[in-house]
């Protein structure tokens, strides 16, 4: 029975290899063009195909992203904001994987954009900043960082825009003639709770953490320093 075990054990180390080394070719392929990066994932099974499974395909996919290390960020990115259905279903998916209750509103997002780098195209954008507010308000319901009530997908969608902005204004040396002050953000999202301003506090607390911290990629940083 032990070498039964034995070969079962080598069988599933086997298997793990095999798939590693897989995946690190849909990898390759994905990071060349994405569309060929799935095919691949698709016809060697390690993914459910799409007209038998498209639930799994999608989930199947995003696993893939969130899991293989040697991932190009940008095109990540780029996968995730084409405007087809299977994309579209794959940038929510995405988000919707994150755990955010609780998680204060910055940290949130930070987390959300740290999985691909944003492209910089407007409509995209605003897909990725839609599927993240429907996300943030199902899993805080009742308000954030402790110092915000409720609000609505639409509030979180205008607040992550106009925190987007800021931060640009704040840590890009082109923009520093436009430095936003913390009053200046106020008006950006003026009555955008249905109404209602966000609370004092919490839009001092957003931008002092943008202040102190902004938005990058580990990859940006790592070309920073070098």
Known sequence: ASNLMTSNKFEVLQNQRVMKNECHKAATKFNLKWKNGIEYLTQQKLIPDPKTDYTGHVKGI?????????L??????????????????????????????NKPFVESLRTVLLGFRLPGEGQIVDR???????????????????????????????????????????????????????????????????????????????YDTVEREPFTLNEDEDARIK
């Open 62 to 70: 995003v696993s893939f992203l969130k899991t293989t290390t040697n």
């Open 72 to 101: 190009d960020k940008t095109v990540i990115g780029e996968f995730l904001g084409v405007d087809k259905d299977l994309n579209k279903a794959c940038l929510c998916e995405f988000i919707n994987q994150y755990d955010l209750k």
């Open 128 to 206: 990725i900043m839609e599927c993240f507010g429907e996300k943030f308000v199902a899993d805080n319901p009742k308000g954030s960082d402790q110092v915000q009530g409720e609000m609505s997908a639409e509030c979180v969608f205008l607040l992550s825009y106009a925190t987007m902005m800021m931060q640009t204004s704040l840590h890009n040396p082109n923009a520093a003639k436009s430095r936003m002050t913390v009053d200046d953000f106020a008006k950006k999202i003026k009555g955008i709770n249905s109404q209602k301003n966000p609370e004092t506090a919490f839009i001092q607390k957003i």
